[in-house]
């Protein structure tokens, strides 16, 4: 699902209906449900990205290091470096890898999506006091304590 896809969802379900307070505040149950199962969802995905993520980073520092067999490096079709990269430069490299980059873009927009799914769920969760407000201040609108 996508940000967008979220964001979408979120702005039809986030309309309370001032007609319907009842219906609005039962209904907060499911929503949270159905946000929650989207979240536990994302957030695997989200696991699995920094997993690999993880396992290309120790493969890109081994190979930049110069400790992957050559075998190795043609097996992943990547072009010997040809030169020894210092311990201290080596950030350098790690931080301009291309496949690097992309993977951890992929773990910023996945952890993106979990942010905002967090905070539909805490918008939520505050309903039933935002509900209750607005109760009360029809009531004071219309002169009942």
Request: hydrophobic content about 35%; overall charge negative.
């Given at each position: 699902?996508?940000?967008?896809?979220?964001?979408?969802?979120?702005?039809?379900?986030?309309?309370?209906?001032?007609?319907?307070?009842?219906?609005?505040?039962?209904?907060?149950?499911?929503?949270?449900?159905?946000?929650?199962?989207?979240?536990?969802?994302?957030?695997?995905?989200?696991?699995?990205?920094?997993?690999?993520?993880?396992?290309?980073?120790?493969?890109?520092?081994?190979?930049?290091?110069?400790?992957?067999?050559?075998?190795?490096?043609?097996?992943?079709?990547?072009?010997?470096?040809?030169?020894?990269?210092?311990?201290?430069?080596?950030?350098?490299?790690?931080?301009?890898?291309?496949?690097?980059?992309?993977?951890?873009?992929?773990?910023?927009?996945?952890?993106?999506?979990?942010?905002?799914?967090?905070?539909?769920?805490?918008s939520i969760?505050?309903?039933?006091?935002?509900?209750?407000?607005?109760?009360?201040?029809?009531?004071?609108?219309?002169?009942?304590?």
């Amino acid at each position: 699902m996508s940000i967008d896809e979220i964001l979408q969802l979120w702005e039809v379900d986030a309309v309370i209906d001032e007609t319907n307070i009842g219906k609005t505040s039962i209904s907060s149950h499911t929503l949270h449900q159905k946000y929650l199962q989207i979240r536990t969802r994302e957030n695997i995905i989200l696991k699995k990205y920094k997993k690999k993520y993880n396992d290309l980073y120790k493969l890109k520092w081994s190979f930049y290091l110069g400790y992957l067999d050559e075998e190795e490096i043609s097996a992943r079709n990547w072009e010997p470096i040809g030169f020894k990269i210092l311990k201290q430069d080596l950030h350098i490299f790690m931080d301009s890898d291309s496949e690097l980059s992309e993977l951890k873009i992929e773990v910023e927009i996945q952890e993106e999506k979990v942010y905002i799914l967090d905070k539909i769920i805490d918008s939520i969760n505050k309903r039933s006091f935002i509900l209750n407000n607005y109760i009360e201040w029809k009531k004071f609108e219309n002169g009942v304590s």
